[in-house]
């Protein structure tokens, strides 16, 4: 008998955890998608969508002061379908512009392999292969870029988006030419300043995007946080949008339910219940323990060094359950909207005190202090990582660091405060 109870219990465990591990590594938009998917077989499962208006309030409720009346926008377009910025370039791949079909699954790799400022970086030489295209067929379709929106996108570097865009302008002979030469030339444009139509150039250079995906980078805002930490008169709490959660009713209508096939139906669905329940479950802890382990920056101060590892061993979790669970996760409290997976951050320097991330916003902030006449080189601000810190880093971990923070070099710097 206590066998046949520990066999019982153990399938319906298993069977509980093979639906959680989807639902867990689910982001919460995209959780009813899921569970109709797991649930589609079971005709006596019915999957509600969550309150989304009630979450969309909830979350209003999150207001911190440097967003200020952006906030009631952003919630707005929380409800409201966007197209990405991949979606409207997929949309342009048509002809005339992109006839054969060669040139469309061209395009379209292309644009997989755009990065989130719209600019192609990728080694083209790699990308010939992965695609088996030759590279002259490859520049071909890419240089059609400069006729989709938004524009200058699919350019390899800031200058050629530029001249990406000005081929959209509609300028005076003089003008174009002029615009032109300081682009092809910009690291020397304050040599151009006599030259007749420098002024209007630079007005019609100054009103191009750059980044080409500008208007795109904060799509962010559209998502959806998991977990709500408040400070209440200096005390965290923690609660789940639970309120953007979908619901299971399992609906039997009546039907007799001593049939196996709808036990077997029933034991599936409490099964996907419980699964949902512990997603929920293993979120919270997360979010508890995340909150035990910053505190200090939920109080206004920096990211701290966190290794998943921790978190795996304290919840006596496997690491790549962990993993799994902060996969697409948000967290929103006072300071804004986080990807649960910023708040693990690497050890740095020999009292492993300081992370990764306490010295990329120190970077960040350098350089947005910086004199804009002589913007600082990767040395320069690796010299006052070190002073502020004590630690010991290279030079390359600070170009790094700045470049995960899509930020310009020095001299590139140099040329954008100009035209600002």
């Known amino acids: 008998m206590k066998l046949r109870t520990r066999a019982e219990s153990k399938h319906k465990l298993s069977q509980t955890l093979r639906s959680w591990l989807p639902i867990l590594r689910a982001d919460i938009s995209s959780l009813k998608e899921t569970l109709d998917e797991i649930s589609k077989e079971n005709p006596f499962i019915e999957i509600n969508s969550g309150n989304e208006i009630t979450a969309a309030n909830s979350y209003k409720k999150q207001r911190v002061e440097y967003r200020k009346n952006a906030l009631?926008?952003?919630?707005?377009?929380?409800q409201t379908t966007k197209k990405s910025f991949y979606d409207v370039l997929f949309e342009q791949i048509e002809p005339p512009l992109f006839l054969t079909k060669k040139s469309q699954k061209i395009a379209y790799a292309i644009i997989d392999n755009l990065n989130p400022n719209g600019y192609f970086d990728t080694d083209i030489k790699q990308f010939a292969k992965d695609i088996n295209e030759k590279i002259e067929d490859i520049e071909t379709v890419r240089k059609r870029f400069k006729y989709l929106e938004p524009r200058g996108v699919g350019a390899v570097d800031l200058m050629e988006s530029f001249m990406f865009?000005?081929?959209?302008?509609?300028?005076?002979?003089?003008?174009?030419r002029c615009a032109k030469m300081i682009i092809e030339d910009f690291e020397n444009i304050e040599k151009y300043k006599n030259e007749p139509y420098f002024s209007d150039a630079v007005r019609v250079i100054k009103r191009f995007h750059y980044p080409p995906a500008i208007e795109f980078l904060h799509e962010r805002v559209q998502i959806i946080p998991d977990i709500f930490i408040e400070n209440k008169n200096s005390r965290l709490t923690v609660s789940l949008n639970d309120s953007y959660y979908p619901t299971i009713d399992i609906e039997l209508g009546g039907i007799d339910t001593k049939f196996d096939f709808v036990k077997e139906k029933i034991k599936e669905a409490k099964s996907l219940v419980d699964a949902l329940e512990m997603r929920k479950a293993t979120l919270t802890k997360i979010a508890l323990m995340i909150v035990d382990y910053q505190y200090d920056f939920f109080m206004g101060g920096a990211i701290k060094p966190m290794k998943l590892d921790d978190l795996a061993t304290d919840l006596e979790r496997h690491h790549s359950t962990i993993s799994r669970a902060i996969a697409n996760k948000?967290?929103?409290?006072?300071?804004?909207?986080?990807?649960?997976?910023?708040?693990?951050a690497t050890a740095l320097g020999?009292?492993?005190?300081?992370?990764?991330?306490?010295?990329?916003?120190?970077i960040k902030e350098v350089i947005k202090n910086e004199d804009k006449k002589k913007p600082l080189s990767d040395n320069k601000?690796?010299?006052?990582?070190?002073?502020?810190?004590?630690i010991k880093i290279g030079r390359r971990t600070v170009t790094k660091y700045r470049m995960q923070a899509n930020i310009a070099s020095s001299s590139q710097r140099k040329k954008l405060y100009l035209l600002q």
């Not at 948000?330 to 693990?344: A, D, H, Q, T």
């Open 165 to 176: 865009q000005l081929h959209h302008q509609d300028l005076e002979d003089g003008i174009n």
């Open 350 to 362: 020999k009292d492993k005190e300081t992370s990764n991330r306490e010295i990329k916003e120190f």
């Open 72 to 78: 009631s926008n952003e919630i707005e377009a929380m």
């Open 381 to 390: 601000i690796l010299q006052k990582v070190e002073e502020k810190f004590g």
């Open 330 to 344: 948000y967290l929103s409290c006072e300071r804004g909207i986080f990807p649960i997976k910023s708040f693990f």
